[in-house]
């Protein structure tokens, strides 16, 4: 195998490696895009089109140099050729040796240019796949703080609306403790008038006793006046 098929066939080695590694599942998409984000690929960056441009044109002359190869010895449908060759084992086994090389550099060839294809394309996707991993993680943890904002405020308004059934209470209460305290100063006048009442009816009612007393003694002094009167009468 000549340098270049060489080289060929290690960068097909390594573009094998480089999809195992992009598909391996236990590496997630986010790690994947901080080491495309990372210092060195960024350094990189700039010039990773003209490297990939170069390895493309490269593999693409050597594809057609490997199908060019192949066109070349591949004479079975040419009826002279292969007489000819069978006229000479030797040239017809070196001409399937370099057919088979033409061919074997023709599929590492094919298949350099699709994996480099395939891994620009699985790059492509799990940068995609971790920004959008991003977006939503943003989006959750948006939609969990304006979730949060949300019962901060229902919490708000609903000790704000207890507040105002705490003063509305407290209002109630001072009502109701001014009310009391007229009623227990109008009882008390009421036991004051009553007690008063009681006393100017004592009052009243020994005056009337005395009054009653005196006139029954009024009563008997003018029976016994009534009676000298009488026996004086008789006496004439």
């Known amino acids: 195998m000549s340098f270049q098929w060489g080289l060929i066939a290690t960068f097909l080695y390594v573009e094998i490696a480089v999809v195992f590694l992009l598909l391996l599942p236990f590496i997630s998409a986010q790690r994947w895009n901080k080491l495309f984000k990372s210092s060195f690929l960024r350094g990189l960056g700039q010039?990773?089109?003209?490297?990939?441009?170069?390895?493309?044109?490269?593999?693409?002359?050597?594809?057609?140099?490997?199908?060019?190869?192949?066109?070349?010895?591949?004479?079975?449908?040419?009826?002279?050729?292969?007489?000819?060759?069978?006229?000479?084992?030797?040239?017809?086994?070196?001409?399937?040796?370099?057919?088979?090389?033409?061919?074997?550099?023709?599929?590492?060839?094919?298949?350099?240019l699709f994996l480099i294809f395939v891994i620009r394309r699985l790059m492509t996707l799990l940068a995609a796949q971790a920004t959008l991993a991003a977006t939503s993680e943003a989006a959750i943890r948006q939609a969990a703080s304006a979730s949060k904002a949300a019962e901060d405020l229902l919490a708000q308004k609903e000790t704000a609306a207890s507040?105002?059934?705490?003063?509305?209470?407290?209002?109630?209460?001072?009502?109701?403790?001014?009310?009391?305290?007229?009623?227990?100063?109008?009882?008390?006048?009421?036991?004051?008038?009553?007690?008063a009442f009681k006393s100017q009816s004592e009052g009243v009612a020994r005056e009337y006793d005395r009054l009653a007393e005196e006139h029954s003694k009024l009563l008997k002094k003018l029976a016994i006046l009534e009676g000298e009167s009488a026996s004086d009468k008789k006496d004439d």
């Not at 010039?47 to 441009?53: E, L």
């Not at 009623?183 to 009553?194: F, G, H, I, S, Y």
Request: proline share 0%.
């Open 47 to 112: 010039q990773v089109h003209i490297y990939f441009y170069v390895i493309l044109a490269f593999l693409v002359l050597c594809l057609f140099d490997a199908i060019r190869e192949m066109r070349k010895y591949d004479v079975g449908h040419d009826g002279k050729a292969k007489e000819q060759q069978h006229q000479h084992l030797e040239q017809e086994l070196r001409n399937s040796m370099v057919l088979f090389r033409a061919q074997r550099n023709f599929y590492i060839t094919g298949f350099s």
């Open 163 to 195: 507040d105002e059934n705490t003063k509305e209470v407290e209002e109630n209460m001072s009502k109701l403790k001014e009310e009391l305290d007229v009623a227990r100063k109008e009882r008390t006048q009421a036991v004051k008038d009553l007690e």
